[in-house]
Nanobody, 119 residues
Framework: VQLQASGGGLVQAGGSLRLSCASS????????IGWFRQAPGKERQFVAK????????YYADSVKGRFTIFRDNAKNTVYLQMNSLKPEDTAVYYC?????????????WGQGTQVTVSS
C-alpha cells in the first residue's frame, strides 16, 4: 500500500485545513487509516483513525471536536478536516495504513505534510 499525504500549509490560529491521504492500492477499503503528527523535538503523536468502511472513527482528546476524519473509498482517499486550529497543532502530519483496528505500529506510512499554525 502506497500512501501520499497532502494538503498541509500555513494558516492562522482559528483557521481550517483539510489534509488528504491518497492510496494507489486496490484493497484500500481493507485498511484502517490513521493520522499522526510530529512536532520538532517531540515524539510522534496519534491524531485520529478511521476503519476501512469509514463507520468507526477514533480521536485523540487533543483534537476531539475540532478535527474530523472521513474517507471516500471510491477515490481511495482519507481526509482529515482540521478546524479551529491552534499553534500547538503545528507539526508534520503523516497518514498510515494497517489491516488491524487495534495496532501499535502501522504497517504502511506515507510521507509527511507540514502544517503550521501561526498565532
Amino acid at each position: 500500500v502506497q500512501l501520499q499525504a497532502s494538503g498541509g500549509g500555513l494558516v492562522q490560529a482559528g483557521g481550517s485545513l483539510r489534509l488528504s491521504c491518497a492510496s494507489s492500492g486496490r484493497t484500500f477499503s481493507s485498511y484502517a487509516i490513521g493520522w499522526f503528527r510530529q512536532a520538532p523535538g517531540k515524539e510522534r503523536q496519534f491524531v485520529a483513525k478511521v476503519s476501512g468502511t469509514g463507520i468507526n472513527t477514533y480521536y485523540a482528546d487533543s483534537v476531539k471536536g475540532r478535527f474530523t476524519i472521513f474517507r471516500d473509498n471510491a477515490k481511495n482517499t482519507v481526509y482529515l478536516q482540521m478546524n479551529s486550529l491552534k499553534p500547538e497543532d503545528t507539526a508534520v502530519y503523516y497518514c498510515a495504513a494497517d489491516r488491524r483496528w487495534f495496532v501499535e505500529e502501522y504497517d504502511y506510512w506515507g510521507q509527511g505534510t507540514q502544517v503550521t499554525v501561526s498565532s
